[in-house]
């Protein structure tokens, strides 16, 4: 009976302390930016809600500048809203961010206006909106053509 309950532990110890475990995985990463859910977001057709997603907002210079920057993953149904005083051309690079991801440009109207898609991480090339957007709004990449999101679509969002 001994050896079926030293092997019990061995394999309970060998499970806690794996390198696969989430423990560790959070421990391989202390710089990792936690994601913080300040609002919702809807992306609306024809006066009807497509979909709804929880986003973070980025209001300010310092929140903007850091966007997806060391992080390693959004939260299901998740994205990030940038949110500028005024419209104009708005350019983003991925320089410090892991994470393929699709742009929207929005306009000041709240319409979908452009997009950079499959935006590659780590690339210094610059995604600059063809016109004018007061908002921009991030998500994985894949993530508007698998919601099947086109220009002329709008977006409704409001703050928790």
């Known amino acids: 009976m ?7 532990l061995l394999v309970l110890f060998g499970c806690a302390s794996g390198e696969n475990s989430p ?6 990463e202390p710089d ?42 959004f939260p299901d149904r998740t994205g990030m ?6 419209a104009q051309p708005q350019q983003f690079w991925m320089g410090n961010t892991p ?3 699709d742009l929207l ?6 319409k979908i206006v452009d997009f ?9 090339e610059p995604l600059t909106s063809r016109v004018p957007a007061q908002y ?11 919601n099947g999101i086109v220009e002329g679509d709008e977006i409704r969002w409001h703050r928790n």
């Open 116 to 124: 950079a898609k499959y935006a590659v991480p780590f690339s210094n």
């Open 105 to 110: 440009f929005v306009d000041a109207d709240l």
């Open 2 to 8: 001994r050896i079926p309950s030293l092997c019990l």
């Open 136 to 146: 921009v709004l991030e998500v994985p990449a894949g993530w508007v053509d698998s």
């Open 99 to 101: 994470l393929a991801l």
């Open 81 to 86: 809203l940038f949110v500028f005083d005024q």
């Open 32 to 73: 990792a930016i936690p994601f913080r859910i300040d609002g919702a977001l809807e992306i609306v057709r024809d006066g009807a809600t497509l979909l709804t997603i929880d986003i973070e907002i980025a209001d300010n210079d310092s929140t903007r500048e850091r966007g997806m920057m060391q992080r390693n993953a």
């Open 23 to 28: 423990a560790h995985e959070a421990a391989a």
